[in-house]
């Protein structure tokens, strides 16, 4: 009977340990995707206000340059039937 008990606690000794690695090693992947997620969260920031501020040049840059009238559909008719006058 002790033989089984000293058997069972080295088992679950063993156990124990491995347990223990994997636990250790899964804190190490944790760390590397937070680490990683920080990384791509900061890159997205960046890329946002880079976004952001382009959008923001060429609002400022369509304001300073007059539109071009668009010529409606009469328009267009009117100028093809001058031609053929």
Not at 62 to 68: G, H, T
């Amino acid at each position: 009977m002790q033989e089984k008990l000293q058997q069972r606690l080295q088992s679950l000794k063993s156990e124990y340990e491995a347990g223990q690695k994997v636990l250790t090693e899964l804190e190490a992947k944790q760390t590397n995707v937070r680490d990683t997620l920080l990384r791509i969260s900061g890159a997205i920031q960046v890329l946002e206000e880079t976004l952001s501020e382009v959008n923001e040049s060429d609002l400022a840059e369509n304001d300073a340059v007059p539109a071009e009238p668009v010529d409606t559909e009469a328009e267009v008719v009117r100028q093809f039937s001058k031609l053929d006058d």
